[in-house]
C-alpha cells in the first residue's frame, strides 16, 4: 500500500510539470491571482510563522536534510543495488513533492508578468540613453559620496554592524510603497545566513529560501553592498523572483531610504551595473565617463572587486553553472547574466523619473 501511495505521488511529478509549463503562457493570470493574489497571504504567514526566530530556520532544514539524505544513502547502501526502482520511486516521490512546494509557496512568481510591462517600460535602449543615464547616476553617487565623506578619493565604510543594517532595511520600502503601495513589506524576516563561509566561496551574496520565505544575507559580504543585497532579498520575499528586478526593486528601496548610507549604497549599485554595460558596448566611452566618478566610489568597486578574488576556487564556476541553468529552468533565459538585465529596467525608468 506504501509502495502504491509513493508511486501515485511520484507519477504526479509529470502533469505537475506539464501544468508549469502551460499556465507558463499565462503571465497576465498569474500577475493577478497568484502574485498579487494568493502569494502575498502564504508569504506573510511564513514570514508571521519564522520571522521571529533569530536564525534561519531553513538554513538549519537545510542541514537536517543533508546529514538525513548521507544517512538514507548509508543505511539502504544494498537495497540501491538490489532495489533500484524502489529507491528510485522514493526519490521521485520526494523530489515530486518539493517541486509542489516550490511553485505554490514561491516560484509560481518566476511566471508572473515582466516588471517592464507592469510599469510600462520599454524593454530595449540604445548606447545614447545609456551614456545619459549614466551620468546622471554619477552625479547622485558623487553628491551621495560627498554627503557623507568630503574627500572625494576616501572610499565608504558604513558605520554599522550587519544586523543594524538588516534592521534597517525594511524603512526603504516604506518609503517606497507610497509610489508602489504593492511593495508593503511586513513582517519582515531577513537573516544572516548559517551557511555564509559556504556561500561567499560559492560566489553568491545572498539567498532567499522559497519554501520558508526566509531571506538570507552572507554575513561576510563587505559592509558597502551589504544595504542593496539585503534590499535585493526583501524583493524576492514580495514576489520577484527574476533578478534583475530583485535587482531593481531593491536598488530603488535603497534609494527612497532616509539612511544616507543606504542611498550611497543604491546610487552606486546602479551606477556600477550602467558603467559595466557602458564598458560592454564601448571602452573608449567607459574611459571618458568613468573619470567623472569619485575616486572614493571606485575603491569601493575595488574592495569588493577584491573580496570576491580573494575567495575564488574551483568550485565557484561549477556553482555559478548549476545556479545559471536553474535560472534558465525558471524562464530567465540568459541564466546567470540574468542580473545585468537591470540595466534595461534602470535606463528607461531613470530616464524619465527624477533620480
Not at 139 to 152: C, G, P
Not at 242 to 247: F, H, I, K, L, W
Request: glycine letters at 4%; hydrophobic letters at 40%.
Amino acid at each position: 500500500m506504501l509502495r502504491n501511495k509513493k508511486t501515485l505521488i511520484a507519477l504526479t511529478l509529470i502533469p505537475q510539470y506539464l501544468i508549469i509549463k502551460w499556465i507558463a503562457h499565462y503571465p497576465e493570470y498569474i500577475e493577478s491571482y497568484y502574485s498579487n493574489g494568493i502569494y502575498p497571504y502564504i508569504a506573510k504567514i511564513s514570514r508571521y510563522t519564522l520571522g521571529w526566530l533569530p536564525f534561519s530556520f531553513g538554513d538549519l532544514v537545510y542541514s537536517i536534510s543533508l546529514v538525513y539524505i548521507i544517512r538514507w544513502f548509508y543505511k539502504n547502501r544494498k537495497r540501491l543495488r538490489k532495489d533500484t526502482k524502489g529507491w528510485l520511486i522514493d526519490i521521485a516521490a520526494t523530489c515530486s513533492i518539493i517541486y509542489f512546494a516550490f511553485h505554490v509557496l514561491w516560484g509560481l512568481n518566476y511566471y508572473r508578468l515582466p516588471l517592464y510591462k507592469s510599469l510600462n517600460l520599454n524593454a530595449h535602449y540604445t548606447t545614447e540613453q545609456l551614456e545619459a543615464v549614466t551620468k546622471k547616476l554619477i552625479t547622485k553617487a558623487n553628491t551621495a559620496h560627498l554627503r557623507i565623506e568630503k574627500n572625494d578619493t576616501i572610499k565608504i565604510d558604513i558605520p554599522y554592524t550587519k544586523s543594524k543594517i538588516i534592521a534597517l532595511a525594511p524603512k526603504g520600502y516604506d518609503n517606497l510603497k507610497q509610489h508602489f503601495p504593492h511593495l508593503e513589506y511586513h513582517p519582515k524576516s531577513v537573516k544572516k545566513s548559517l551557511f555564509s563561509y559556504p556561500l561567499t566561496y560559492m560566489g553568491f551574496s545572498g539567498y532567499l529560501n522559497p519554501l520558508t520565505n526566509e531571506a538570507q544575507v552572507d554575513a561576510l559580504i563587505p559592509a558597502s553592498i551589504f544595504p542593496t543585497t539585503t534590499s535585493h532579498e526583501i524583493a524576492h520575499q514580495l514576489g520577484y523572483a527574476a533578478e534583475n528586478e530583485a535587482n531593481f526593486i531593491g536598488c530603488l528601496a535603497a534609494i527612497n531610504h532616509d539612511n544616507k548610507y543606504f542611498n550611497y549604497a543604491g546610487y552606486t549599485f546602479a551606477l556600477r551595473y550602467c558603467l559595466n554595460e557602458i564598458y560592454n558596448r564601448d571602452e573608449c566611452l567607459f574611459e571618458d565617463v568613468v573619470a567623472d566618478v569619485n575616486k572614493g566610489i571606485l575603491n569601493n568597486y575595488k574592495e569588493v572587486r577584491e573580496f570576491w578574488e580573494a575567495h575564488e576556487n574551483p568550485t565557484e564556476p561549477l556553482f555559478k553553472l548549476f545556479y545559471s541553468n536553474y535560472l534558465k529552468a525558471n524562464k530567465q533565459d540568459k541564466g546567470m547574466e540574468s542580473y545585468s538585465y537591470v540595466v534595461a529596467l534602470f535606463v528607461n525608468y531613470f530616464a524619465s523619473s527624477t533620480l
